[in-house]
Structures are given as structure tokens and as C-alpha cells.
Nanobody, 125 residues
């Protein structure tokens, strides 16, 4: 069974940076597209960014120019670099994988078969 485990969240001041990691275990999904989503209290889970070896990366408008997704195929780890953080970026951040048949990037939650438990990012003003 594929498992995704996020880490790297924490408390940071506005303007600061964090790097989130997502380690994949329990299966080989190195051809699968992966993504990051976030969920703030009282709000729906929203798309942050996605990466695919076939069609590259895609970001939500709020993430463009500030957030960067990358992937280390050797260690099967997904990263999300968060720069110029704002208080409105406060949320639980989740990584997700589309699975063995999902090779292309997607911004739809329903396209992702595997999810991590989330890591909290809190940005103070």
C-alpha cells in the first residue's frame, strides 16, 4: 500500500520561507503525477501545484512566483518550496499522488488516489 508522509511544516513570520517534503513508501509510483493541496480551517481543500515528468508543472494563481514544486526520483520524495509567505497561506498542506495510471499533471482532487496526512503551515503577521 502506497503511503505518503509530509514533513517540514511549522510557524514562520510573514515573508519567510519553508520547504515541505513528502516521502513515498510502500510502492513504486515514480511515473505518477503528484501534487500539493492545502486546506485552511472552514475552507475546502484547494489545489496548490502539480508535477509530472510528462507535462511539467502547473500552479494555482496564488502560488505562481512564490511556490516551487520539485521531485527527487532517486529518493521518491516530493518537495514544495514556499517563499514570501503570507498569513493567508496558513493551512494544512497535503501531498497527493495520482497512482499508477495517472501520469499527467492535474489540479483536480478527484484525480488523486493517494494522500498524506498533512503538515501544518502557520504564517504570523
Amino acid at each position: 500500500q502506497v503511503q505518503l508522509v509530509e514533513s517540514g511544516g511549522g510557524l514562520v513570520q510573514a515573508g519567510g520561507s519553508l520547504r515541505l517534503s513528502c516521502a513515498v513508501s510502500g510502492g513504486t509510483i515514480n511515473r505518477s503525477a503528484m501534487g500539493w493541496f492545502r486546506q485552511a480551517p472552514g475552507k475546502e481543500r484547494e489545489f496548490v501545484g502539480t508535477i509530472s515528468q510528462y507535462d511539467g508543472t502547473r500552479y494555482a494563481d496564488f502560488a505562481k512566483g512564490r511556490f516551487t514544486i520539485s521531485r527527487d526520483g532517486a529518493t521518491d520524495t516530493l518537495y514544495l518550496q514556499l517563499n514570501s509567505l503570507k498569513p493567508e497561506d496558513t493551512a494544512a498542506y497535503y501531498c497527493a499522488a495520482r497512482g499508477s495510471v495517472g501520469f499527467y499533471a492535474s489540479d483536480r482532487r478527484d484525480d488523486y488516489a493517494y494522500w498524506g496526512q498533512g503538515t501544518q503551515v502557520t504564517v504570523s503577521s
